[in-house]
């Protein structure tokens, strides 16, 4: 059986630096985002710990293919990305 993905996109305080990944165990990788368990990595620099979106998908591979889809778009397409499901930017942690 193929393990599901998750496409999601964290960012910091302000909101002004987006951050877009892929992983099969969510929670835990947004928990290691907030405590910086990477601290050279990019969303540890740019405080990139509060979860706006995130999406379910079937299978790992298709959840690679989404997320590039979603990385090759620019900063306006995620923003209304975001808000067509987190009007408000809310952190959505506590909702998985």
């Known amino acids: 059986m ?8 964290v960012t910091n305080k302000n909101n002004s630096v ?10 835990e990788r947004i928990y290691r985002h907030k ?3 990477y601290p050279n990595s990019f969303s540890s620099r740019y405080n990139c710990e509060k979860l706006v ?5 079937g299978r790992m ?3 690679i293919k989404r997320e590039k889809q979603i990385k090759a778009g ?6 209304k990305l975001i ?4 009007p408000e930017w809310r952190d959505l942690y506590d909702e998985i």
Do not use: P
């Not at 193929?2 to 996109?9: D, N, P, R, S, T």
């Not at 987006?18 to 929670?27: A, D, F, R």
């Not at 808000?83 to 987190?86: I, L």
């Open 53 to 57: 979106y995130f999406e379910e998908v």
């Open 83 to 86: 808000e067509s499901v987190n």
């Open 74 to 79: 620019n900063r306006a397409r995620k923003i």
């Open 35 to 37: 405590i910086k368990y």
């Open 61 to 63: 591979d298709e959840a």
């Open 2 to 9: 193929a393990k599901k993905g998750f496409i999601y996109i």
């Open 18 to 27: 987006l951050y877009t990944g892929v992983t099969s165990e969510l929670k």
